[in-house]
């Protein structure tokens, strides 16, 4: 019987073909940057993989210009390592350079995840922004907003909410459909919310015309197709058109996609080295044989095994090691035990490091949000 398939910004089910997405989505594999992005280690593994018009952000980058990477949160239960894909990037962007936009979806969980909006804020500040700021990230450089009120300054608020009526009037029910598929209206107002954050640090009364970049899973490409297609009908003010670049996800423990609202398959960032434990051993899908024997002789699937690819998207950022561990995994010289065993080390390590700094980030969240 052939498994239920489901693939848009709300939803995720079955099988993830990237090259077969690349192609339908009209985005281009990311090849050669800068050397600087070689120090990122999304970059250098190519777990950052596919873009558009990233050009324009490089050279922003290269001439010292100003340019911003736009990101937004929905706020739906625990801050997990697989959020970390996003907050990574826009901490390297931010050391090149960016002025970081980050934009809490509160309207949108509102109308997509029934989720009050006094919730959405609440999760959003105890999980995501403070393991944002423990993770590294200055909030000093960067521009954090509810969609629900966008700011107390009110030409900056109107700006924003303007924005999105007239983005409404360039966009018709049909193009929606030709994007989204059968969408409800809740959805609609949300897409198109999604993207006046996206575009509008682009007006006077924020930054001005300058690049932006978007960092996104690929199931969120529609976001950017409906932004870009949009933004270059409207004559004024002439947005300079969206950059954005795509990422693998990073895959739960038992395979597939993380959620949210399943404890057990992720770790996050507030697990005590016991639990992570745990759930490796008992939920982290193995690429490893049947039997020891088997194992020894032909050896396990680093490809395939969560365990690995924890270390490969997150934890091990000496390449050599990495690739150490890969080819005695997959010659069998190395067992599932030995590789759960690298990788709970790795993450108890990094866990309580972050999570020292994530009380003594609670400081910044006071000046933040009082």
Known sequence: MKKESMFNPWEIKGEIDYSKLVKEFGISPLEVLPPIFNKNLLFRRKIVFAHRDIQRILLAIKDKKPFVMMTGLMPSGKFHIGHMLVAQQMIFYQSLGAKIYISVADVESYNTRSMSIDEARKVAKDEYILNYIALGLDPKKADIYFQSSRS?????????????????????????????????????????????????????????????????????????????????????????????????????????????????????????????????????????????????????????????????????QDDKKLEKVYNDYKSGKMLTSELKKITIDKISSFLKDHQKKREQARKNMDSLFG
């Open 152 to 316: 107390k300054e009110a030409d900056k608020s109107n700006a924003y909410y303007r924005l999105q009526n007239l983005l409404a009037k360039h966009l018709t029910f049909a193009e929606f459909k030709a994007i989204y598929g059968e969408i409800t209206p809740g959805k609609m107002v949300s897409a198109l919310l999604q993207a006046s954050d996206m575009l509008h640090p682009q007006l006077r009364e924020f930054e001005g015309p300058l690049p932006i970049v978007v960092p996104v899973g690929i199931d969120q490409d529609p976001h950017l197709r409906l932004a870009r297609d949009i933004s270059q009908r409207i004559k004024s003010p002439n947005f300079i058109q969206l950059s954005s670049t795509y990422h693998l996800f990073a895959p739960g423990l038992s395979g597939g996609k993380m959620s949210s609202s399943d404890p057990n398959s992720y770790i996050a960032l507030t697990d005590s080295s016991e639990n992570v434990e745990r759930k490796i051993k008992k939920y982290a899908f193995s690429g490893g044989r049947d039997t020891l024997e088997e194992h020894r002789k032909k050896g396990g699937n680093p490809d395939i095994d969560v365990s690995f690819q924890y270390l490969k998207f997150f934890f091990e």
